[in-house]
């Protein structure tokens, strides 16, 4: 088409008010440049980057990316998944719930882009990027080690979900590396809210020896562990020093700032834009079931100290 022709053409489509057919469009082109994503929530830091880092990835090559948020509920993630399959989208990213390996490998075979992330979904043949969460365990652990704490305390996630398991296994690990034996009374396993953090909290502070350090892997229960030690005056890092896995952006500026072993969810999330983009270009052939999981590193902040003598 000629320059001025195609101006015409742009100009007439304005003055009409004229929208292109995404419909008629992805029957010719079989493509709906419709991205989904299923996250738990979107309160988690490491969630909120994994869906703005999609989203500025979709507009870069042209999709948009739909959001799904499910409370990890495995029924209201599978009633998405089915809404990818009937609406034909291009792909979708999954870090979700861990189950549903069923629909994952029905979208697999039907020649959708899928990668999943954050769990471990059994039986799944779609590529899968994780946070290496044992290591990330195990390098906060001899962090306090190396201070010289040996009663530490761990709140983590529950045993049944990836995370909990792999983070509880990274704890367990670096203490027996260091001969250092665990104290079940000061592991607490347990859901996803802040509830659980405040309870934990409290069972901790109010043990006749109570620990010199406290590691807090599960993410969601630190917004109930924090606001304890700060209504209880809880002198960080001087009585109890403190270290957590994943970022928030805020915990720069708690007092002291937060010591944490960052899980990069950017890096995480831009892996997964790339594993999903090379299936969508066709770029080496049919998926394969891999699992890819991103180094953690260590951020020393003022919330980790040397025990008192």
Known sequence: MLPVTRQRVATAALD???HPNRMASALRTRRTRLIGLVVNNLRNATFHVIAETLQAWGAEHDHQVLICTTGGDATRE??????????RLDGVVVAGSGANGDLVNALVDEGRAVVTMNRQVPGARAPSVMSDYETAA?????????????????????????????HHAGFVTGMAAAGVPVDDELVFRGAFDARFGIEATGTLLAQDEPPTALLVTNHEASFGVLPVLGRRAVDVPGQLSV?????????????PPLTIVDNQAELLATRAAELLLAQL???????????ERTPPRLVERGSTAPPRA
């Open 16 to 18: 009409l008010r004229y």
């Open 78 to 87: 599978a009633a998405f998944l089915e809404t990818v399959r009937a609406h």
């Open 138 to 166: 195990r390098m906060a652990t001899e962090h306090l080690l190396s201070l010289g704490h040996t009663r530490i305390a761990a709140i983590e996630g529950p045993p049944g979900v990836t995370s909990g398991r792999l």
């Open 243 to 255: 270290i957590c896995t994943e970022d928030e952006p805020f915990w720069d500026f708690w007092t």
């Open 281 to 291: 270009t066709g770029d080496g052939g049919p998926p394969e079931p891999t699992e």
